[in-house]
């Protein structure tokens, strides 16, 4: 019987600020974490991504390339973040043709929630377990497969 190649979590090539935590196992790598960014367990973020300022990054989430979030922002438990969207109906290998992400500042992102390749400006909730399919450009609270607007948030 064969042996597995084993490939251990690592945290590496990560420019981080001042005071940032990161509970292993993560597997962390070719990204930027801004000062006091916190990272729960089992997350990934990979390469060509930024965390902003105070950002909270809980447990079980996986952030995938070309993924900008902004400061004081709060990712729940267990969120995915996408950037192929398999517009061939198959995974694409090219990076350049994948979609990227930005997440603006004091965004609250519930668990379980997936984000594809869209914009999300500031003070914004999306609910746990909902798909963001479209750019949201108007502060509030949004939830659902697709995610639509509930309401306003003063």
């Known amino acids: 019987m ?44 990979q390469k060509n991504t930024v965390v902003g300022a105070r950002t909270k990054i809980q447990s079980h989430t996986f952030i995938c390339e070309y993924v900008n979030i902004g400061e004081d922002c709060f990712i729940g438990h267990g969120v995915m973040f996408a950037n192929d969207l398999f517009k061939s109906g198959k995974p694409d290998p090219d990076p350049q043709s994948w979609g990227k992400t930005r997440i603006a500042d004091h965004v609250t992102i519930g668990s379980n929630a997936t984000i594809l390749s869209v914009s999300i400006c500031s003070d914004v909730v999306i609910g746990a ?14 939830a659902g497969n697709p995610a639509r607007k509930l309401r306003d948030l003063p």
Request: aromatic fraction near 6%.
């Open 129 to 142: 377990g909902s798909v963001v399919t479209k750019d949201i450009t108007e502060k509030g609270i949004y």
């Open 2 to 45: 064969a042996e597995p190649k084993v490939i251990k979590t690592k945290i590496v090539d990560v420019s981080c600020g001042e005071n940032v935590v990161i509970i292993e196992p993560s597997n962390i790598y070719g990204c930027k974490l801004h000062d006091g960014v916190f990272v729960g367990p089992f997350v990934e973020i």
